[in-house]
């Protein structure tokens, strides 16, 4: 969850890409396409969402900058992430079973009348 380690990533990374352009003959260029800060999510959020899907399960960090990182900025929120086996992410291509899709939903649900309670 620290923004060093993240950002640390880069230095660790760089040597690697140098090295692989200069076997592969080729020029390569590292570059950061978007970042955001991280977003603390209100724990009165992050327990009524665990509470609706398993309580005891673990907590994800997730730099949600462009998804509930926005709202979270004037309301308070919270963020249910949905497995996706292809891994194909903000794109047409993205798939997610409708079984998981209704978890994360009716968790979605069950957390709103928890917190509106």
């Known amino acids: ?15 690697e890409v140098e090295r692989v ?3 592969a003959g080729c020029a390569l260029d ?6 955001s800060p991280a977003t603390e ?12 899907l398993r309580p005891g399960a673990q907590r994800l960090v997730c730099y949600a900058g462009h998804d509930a990182g926005v709202i979270a900025a004037a309301r308070p929120a919270g963020m249910v992430l949905v497995r996706n086996e292809t891994g194909v992410s903000h794109s047409p291509d993205e798939q997610v079973s409708l079984e998981d899709a209704a978890t994360a939903a009716n968790a979605l649900v069950a957390a709103a009348q928890e917190l509106a309670s």
């Open 21 to 23: 352009a200069a076997a």
């Open 41 to 52: 999510f209100p724990a009165e959020v992050l327990d009524a969402l665990a509470n609706a």
């Open 1 to 15: 969850p620290e923004a060093e380690t993240v950002e640390s990533w880069r230095d660790a990374v760089a040597p």
């Open 30 to 35: 590292l570059r950061t396409a978007a970042w």
